[in-house]
């Protein structure tokens, strides 16, 4: 059996788990449909829906539906609309036709139609509009059935892997595209469309906004407003950028020096102390711990380039990390950049708390084989988070006010657990182009 056809089992068989602890005999999921612009007529970009995309790679199909009833064949009402307006979404290729029963619909209504009595039984994933709400669903995006289905989308299938794998040699491709574009001098804009162009993609393509950053930019943690100029002098560049394949997602932070010196030998530490930690990936590990290991190792390296007048260890027991690295140390990826479930214990909907010493971190669960997630530390110097400090006689200003002007360093790569291990399908896709 083929890969995405062992993908199809296994989602059906997580639905058939979800549907055995409800009070549901199906399960009914929209794709989606893009949103109007208030008193206007154009659509904001689409996004289908993620519990869509995991049974199947067709993402350009709004107002479509998949019905599925535990032990039958799932059923593909997929939506072409009769309109010499638009052209209608290409359908990838594939053996995802083989899975399916497919009926094409150009009135959502069909849906209900043919579902017929059964409607009162289904349960309903997706964003809910009219008409849907007015269909009699048993129930609209029950959450004991998300819980279930998210916690156990954190374990990809081999399909889902490959998917990934790819994601990332055509970020890869953008990414390195955007490098020589930045060491041509080229703007933000320029730099931008550099990467797109480099992966044929057009912006709305993109897992999110690219975060391209010239010199003091890169300290805004989701910079996104590319300046159409370049500056006077470029001096870093920190690029945050991703990409799609078959629905799933890459997610890359590179950062390079424009010249040797000491904002190159901090990129260096940072990829140093990444690459450290990712040896660390096996089962068992608790991704927490490999967070606040990573504030040890970002101490040492403010220490090491002279940021503070204390030492490694002060500096953490300190906190002082923190407005440097505020960040989590990364997240699941996957059908979604930030993918669900990281603090979920259970398919129950069982969470871990909320650490408040470090709000921001997206994943806590202990490290299983067939999970994927970033590691993406960083150091910034970013005033706001640096005020609380003002005055404080153990940070060296001089020569975090040398920093400021780079903004700041930060490296990301996406990392498969295996049985014993991990692989870094990011570093993999740079070197497969190379
Ligand atoms: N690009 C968003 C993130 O790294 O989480
Ligand atoms: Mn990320
Ligand atoms: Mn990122």
Redesign the pocket.
């Known amino acids: 059996m083929s890969h995405y056809l062992q993908h199809l089992e296994h989602v059906k068989g997580r639905f058939d788990h979800a549907l055995q602890g409800s009070d549901f005999d199906a399960v009914l999921i929209a794709a989606g449909q893009p949103a109007v612009a208030f008193l206007d007529d154009n659509a904001y970009p689409y996004r289908v829906n993620p519990l869509f995309k995991y049974w199947l790679p067709i993402t350009a199909s709004p107002k479509s539906f998949i019905y599925y009833r535990s032990g039958e064949k799932p059923r593909l009402f997929l939506y072409q609309a009769r309109d010499f307006w638009h052209s209608t979404p290409k359908l990838p290729p594939g053996e995802w036709q083989e899975g399916f029963d497919v009926t094409l619909i150009d009135n959502v209504e069909t849906v209900v139609q043919a579902l017929g009595k059964q409607v009162s039984n289904t349960a309903f994933l997706g964003e809910v509009h009219a008409p849907i709400d007015s269909w009699g669903l048993a129930a609209l995006n029950p959450e004991s059935m998300i819980h279930s289905i998210h916690f156990h989308r954190a374990i990809k299938t081999e399909w889902e892997l490959q998917n990934m794998r790819k994601a990332n040699v055509l970020a890869a491709r953008g990414h390195n595209a955007a490098r020589d574009a930045f060491y041509a001098g080229k703007s933000e804009l320029e730099i931008h469309a550099a990467y797109l162009a480099a992966m044929k993609c057009r912006e709305t393509e993109t897992p999110?906004n690219s975060?391209i950053a010239l010199n003091q930019n890169g300290a805004i943690l989701h910079y996104d407003v590319y300046d159409a100029d370049a500056p006077a002098e470029h001096r870093s560049f920190l690029i945050?950028a991703?990409a799609y394949y078959n629905g799933y997602c890459a997610?890359i932070?590179r950062s390079y020096a424009a010249k040797d010196g000491f904002y190159g030998d901090l990129v260096a530490a940072v990829d140093a102390a990444e690459l450290a930690i990712i040896k660390k990936v096996k089962p068992g590990v608790s991704y927490y711990d490999l967070h606040v290991e990573m504030h040890r190792m970002i101490a040492q390296i403010l220490a090491d380039f002279g940021f503070f007048k204390v030492n490694a260890e002060t500096i953490f027991e300190r906190g002082y990390t923190r407005p440097f690295f505020p960040h989590g140390l990364g997240?699941y990826i996957g059908l979604q950049?930030?993918d669900v479930g990281g603090y979920l214990k259970s398919d129950d909907g069982t969470s871990y708390e909320r650490d408040a010493t470090h709000p921001f971190l997206r994943l806590r669960r202990e490290l299983e084989a067939g999970q994927v997630f970033?590691i993406?530390p960083g150091i910034y110097v970013i005033d706001q988070l640096l005020e609380e400090f003002d005055g404080n006689e153990d940070f060296n200003w001089q020569r975090i006010a040398e920093l400021r002007p780079y903004g700041g360093v930060r490296i990301?790569d996406s990392v498969v657990v295996t049985a014993d291990g991990y692989e870094n399908i990011t570093r993999d896709a740079f070197a497969s182009l190379s």
């Open positions: 999110y975060i945050d991703g997610d932070t997240h950049v930030h970033t993406e990301e």
